[in-house]
């Protein structure tokens, strides 16, 4: 179990500019989280994908946000046209989903971007 | 709704006990986690605890869950240096069950 990876750990980038997020969770996991922390904050909930079906997306995630996880494996969260206010920490996370929903998270370390 | 609060500092000699709190509103919450966050790194799964239940203990961590109150709670037996992170509790309800929903987290620092 090498536990959940992201890549990279650090992106600072221009206004404007396009980015992406990548993720690859634990291997036998069957669902993966994005989530946003800000300074001083918890994280908030982007979306989530159950395999390869994008299930659910936070009201948080504007149109400039784009998720994927093509194979239910690894998973991109690509941003467009950044802003300023897209300065975060992105986390991402993985569980394995039984029928009682009781599989905890496991996350990641992180990509902090900051948009200058 | 959902909503999940904590007090954001807590401050304890090294080798006493720390107890971080948590209320949460969401009556129909199923389980509760404790989740640890050092400076730059992401969370660690500390503990969790079912609804049904009342108290969890796990080494020097005790869980309380008083579900009337909606009131959970992280007891830190013989506080260590390595114990300074941010703590997170977070729930995962009913009407929501496929995420978890997170405090603003309590951030411990131990004094020698």
């Known amino acids: 179990d090498t536990g959940v990876s992201q890549n990279p750990r650090h992106k600072i980038t221009k206004r404007g500019q396009n980015v992406t997020f990548r993720c690859d969770p634990i291997s036998e996991h069957n669902r993966l989280y994005w989530y946003r922390q800000t300074l001083g904050q918890g994280p908030e909930f982007l979306t989530y994908f159950q395999n390869e079906a994008q299930l659910e997306k936070s009201r948080l995630l504007s149109d400039r946000f784009s998720a994927e996880r093509p194979k239910g494996s690894f998973s991109t969260l690509e941003i467009q046209r950044t802003e300023q206010g897209d300065s975060a920490m992105y986390l991402c996370a993985s569980s394995l989903a039984r029928g009682d929903d009781a599989s905890p998270l496991h996350f990641g370390n992180g990509t902090r971007l900051t948009v200058t | 709704g959902e909503d999940v609060e904590q007090s954001l500092f807590l401050s304890v000699r090294e080798g006493d006990s720390s107890v971080i709190n948590c209320t949460y509103t969401d009556s129909s919450s199923t389980y509760l986690y404790w989740y640890k966050q050092e400076p730059g790194a992401g969370l660690q799964l500390l503990t969790y605890?079912?609804?049904?239940?009342d108290m969890k203990q796990d080494q020097r961590l005790t869980v309380l869950l008083n579900k009337k109150d909606k009131h959970l709670s992280l007891r830190i037996a013989d506080t260590q240096t390595g114990d300074s992170a941010i703590y997170f509790c977070a729930e995962r309800t009913y009407s929501s069950a496929s995420k978890i929903i997170f405090g603003s987290g309590t951030r411990l620092s131990i004094r020698p």
């Open positions: 605890i079912f609804s049904n239940m």
